[in-house]
């Protein structure tokens, strides 16, 4: 058997890439992703990160071709494991979806149809897409709804969504995006609508089932926190574009941006400081706010005149950082 690829090499092709994605709206000329570049070897995680409306969701549904009514790529390219996805007949990308790469959505109940028995929502991907036997798939089925912590696989099997709470609703489309140990797993935003315990367990399960597929995760989030120990390949989102990029966690943040986001997080409960919390003033652009210079400008406590003029271009400041910013050109 081949040994899983190291992704800290630096020789380890990247299982997805996305470079220069740009997305528009028909109806106008504001680009929600702007010039997005984005890579992920196998077995990598990495954290997409950003206020609400930043793009992130749209950079999802970009690279699984579930782009929302109106919606255009207008630039770029996106490659899996080799594959133009972008060029690829509608056909067989949509195979892809559900074999080689697996979805999370934010809400397990978009995602669960309310009259099909969780056993036969999970036994229909063993049969249609890997040719399984009713039997085969039935037994595929217990065993996968077991590893992601259900107690009871056989009651299970035989329920209905609304029967299960938040949390064992989200291990079944956990359940439903591993079955075919997908190379890369997009997970967006899979905890908003859980408890902060729920979320927790949820997060170390995706954690381990993953780890142990060696799949590649793209973990979507507006929590920071939840990167901890789980994600050390960042992305910060903001308005549509990168504003930072790094391999190295978000313990010490450069662009005055993440900056703002860090010292915005409550004090993690191991944490006896007793910090401040700041919040970061102001909001995010929204569509009608065409601004040519940076993004953050408004809001930023370090902005000089140049900042609003024009974009500042994301610049590699060492090796696994890059930043946009021009008061960080150099570290
Ligand atoms: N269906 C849509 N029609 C028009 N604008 C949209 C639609 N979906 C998203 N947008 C816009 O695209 C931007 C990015 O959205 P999204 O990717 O959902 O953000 P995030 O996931 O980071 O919260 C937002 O400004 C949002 O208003
Ligand atoms: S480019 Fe200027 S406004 Fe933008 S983040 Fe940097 S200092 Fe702030
Ligand atoms: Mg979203």
């Given at each position: 058997m081949t040994p899983p690829l190291d992704?800290?090499?630096?020789s380890t092709p990247p299982l997805l890439e996305i470079a220069n994605l740009s997305v528009a709206f028909s109806?106008?000329?504001?680009?929600?992703?702007?010039?997005l570049s984005l890579a992920l070897k196998a077995g990598e995680v990495a954290g997409l990160v950003g206020e609400s409306g930043s793009g992130k969701s749209l950079t999802a549904f970009s690279l699984m071709g579930?782009?929302?009514?109106?919606?255009?790529?207008?630039g770029g390219k996106i490659s899996f494991e080799g594959l133009n996805l972008l060029a690829l007949d509608p056909q067989k990308r949509r195979s892809l979806c559900g074999s080689a790469m697996g979805m999370i959505f934010q809400e397990p109940l978009s995602a669960?149809?309310?009259?099909?028995t969780i056993g036969e929502q999970v036994a229909e991907i063993f049969r249609?897409?890997?040719?399984?036997t009713r039997q085969e798939a039935k037994e595929l089925s217990l065993s996968l709804l077991s590893q992601v912590g259900l107690p009871n696989p056989k009651a299970a099997f035989k329920s209905?969504?609304?029967?299960?709470s938040g949390g064992m609703r989200q291990r079944v489309v956990i359940a439903m995006a591993l079955a075919l140990n997908p190379a890369l797993v997009v997970a967006d935003e899979?905890?908003?609508?859980?408890d902060p315990t729920i979320a927790l367990q949820i997060i170390n399960l995706l954690r381990d089932l993953t780890a142990a597929r060696n799949s590649g995760v793209l973990f979507i989030t507006h929590?920071?926190?939840?990167l901890e120990g789980f994600a050390r390949k960042v992305f910060v989102m903001y308005a549509g574009l990168i504003l930072e990029e790094t391999?190295?966690?978000?313990k010490s943040p450069v662009h005055p941006y993440t900056q703002g986001l860090v010292r915005a997080l409550?004090?993690?409960?191991?944490?006896?400081?007793g910090r401040a919390l700041i919040p970061i003033p102001g909001g995010a652009p929204g569509?009608?706010?065409?601004?040519?210079?940076?993004?953050?400008a408004p809001r930023?406590?370090?902005?000089?005149?140049?900042c609003a003029l024009s974009l500042p271009p994301l610049k590699?400041?060492?090796?696994?950082l890059k930043v946009r910013c021009f008061r960080r050109e150099t570290c």
């Open positions: 992704p800290s090499s630096p109806q106008g000329r504001h680009l929600p992703i702007r010039d579930l782009l929302p009514h109106g919606a255009k790529i207008r669960l149809n309310p009259v099909i249609y897409k890997a040719g399984k209905y969504p609304h029967r299960f899979p905890t908003t609508a859980l929590n920071l926190r939840i391999e190295r966690g978000l409550p004090p993690n409960p191991s944490e006896r400081s569509p009608s706010d065409d601004l040519p210079g940076c993004p953050f930023c406590p370090e902005r000089e005149e140049r590699t400041l060492r090796e696994g």
